[in-house]
């Protein structure tokens, strides 16, 4: 497009010599000629598709979505979606039937799709396994429309064997730890030494006396008197321990 406009604001009679110009004749044919140039440039500009595909309209977008054959083109898709199909069908149909077609498909429909083919994991000739990185919420339309577009993208004489799906999950882990200091201390009975022990004793007495009389038929002659001694005591033991750290 950068060449066309230059084209576009070119004229014959800025590339003519002076000497040419100052005949009237050749002056005159060069402005004919001119004016003639620029309409021819003008008509030119109308059959570059790919360069002005953001300039087209919505029809012919699809007219040349059909003349060159484009793959899963809906005319129900957005004119942003029709362009980018339109632009990349070349491309696309010079790899047609690779390995890399497959896997450019595969990654239209999920995230992320890897062709693993039959000499890599031991089995048939010409088949093919692909692992999918796949979105939480797959539906069935989602395998049928990959299906689909797999089988228009790989040779004639290769066969799937399996889709393999993958999730990814995130998620978020916290640790936490707190310093904690602390000291220990070990305490054993003391050894006893020079332990000195002190006793008291008490001595308690009480005196009863009382008279004894024994009453007999006959007349009392003698009176006798009886006193019982009672001797009681406390005892106290105790030590003085005294404890000092070594």
């Known amino acids: 497009m950068a060449d066309i406009q230059i084209i576009d604001h070119l004229s014959l009679l800025d590339i003519l010599p002076d000497n040419l110009l100052a005949d009237e004749k050749v002056y005159a044919a060069a402005k004919a000629v001119d004016d003639e140039l620029q309409r021819l ?15 087209l309209p919505e029809e012919v977008v699809d007219l040349l ?16 979606t029709k362009r980018q199909l339109v632009r990349e069908s070349i491309a696309w149909h010079r790899i047609k039937g690779t390995k890399a077609a497959v896997e450019k498909m595969a990654r ?33 339309d989602d395998t049928a429309r990959l299906l689909a577009v ?5 040779n ?20 936490a730890a707190a310093p904690s200091i602390h000291t220990t201390y070990e305490i054993r009975p003391a050894e006893i ?40 005591g406390i005892g106290s033991i105790y030590k003085s321990i005294e404890v000092t750290r070594t």
């Open 41 to 55: 440039i003008a008509s030119c500009v109308e059959v570059l598709h790919l360069p002005r595909l953001d300039e």
């Open 65 to 80: 979505a059909w003349e060159w054959h484009v793959d899963f083109y809906e005319p129900s898709s957005d004119i942003a």
């Open 108 to 140: 239209t429909v999920f995230k992320e799709g890897v062709v693993t083919e039959w000499f890599e994991y031991g089995g048939e000739p010409y088949h093919f396994r692909i692992d999918l990185l796949t979105a939480p919420n797959i539906t069935q």
């Open 150 to 154: 797999v089988n228009a993208a790989k």
């Open 156 to 175: 004639v004489r290769s066969v799937l064997d399996e889709l393999r799906f993958r999730r990814e999950a995130q998620n978020d882990m916290y640790y």
């Open 193 to 232: 030494t020079d332990a000195t022990a002190e006793a008291r004793r008490y001595h308690g007495a009480a005196v009863s006396a009382h008279t004894a009389y024994e009453v007999y038929p006959e007349t009392v002659r003698d009176a006798a008197i009886r006193s019982t001694l009672y001797a009681g």
